[in-house]
């Protein structure tokens, strides 16, 4: 069974530094692409970075340049380190598993809160 926990999220001002994890359960996580989605009031969800197993990124545009994601295989821990944070980021935060064609493995979300 995989299970994620997504952790870090709160209450920052703009300009100021988060970072989030998630924690993964399960043997699938070194071959599985994982990446970070997140959601606002009101929106569809959106991918906001992915890692592949090989280590290839990709971002979305409104945030190239400010978040970075990472993994540890050996830890089996997904991190996202979002610097310069605009009030247009608050959203919930979801950690996302997919593996093999289509099976996706999802967080339970973590607040992220940004004041202008």
């Known amino acids: 069974q995989v299970q994620l926990v997504e952790s870090g999220g709160g209450l920052v001002q703009a300009g100021e530094s988060l970072r989030l994890s998630c924690a993964v359960s399960g043997s699938i996580f070194s071959i599985a692409a994982m990446g970070w989605y997140r959601q606002a009031p009101g929106k569809q969800r959106e991918l906001v970075a992915r890692i592949r197993s090989g280590g290839r990124l990709n971002y979305a545009d409104s945030v190239k340049g400010r978040f970075t994601i990472s993994r540890d295989n050996a830890k089996n821990m997904m991190y996202l380190q979002m610097n310069s944070l605009k009030p247009e980021d608050t959203a919930v935060y979801y950690c996302?598993?997919?593996?093999?064609?289509?099976?996706?493995?999802w967080g339970q979300g973590t607040q992220v809160t940004v004041s202008s």
């Open positions: 996302n598993l997919h593996w093999g064609v289509a099976t996706d493995y």
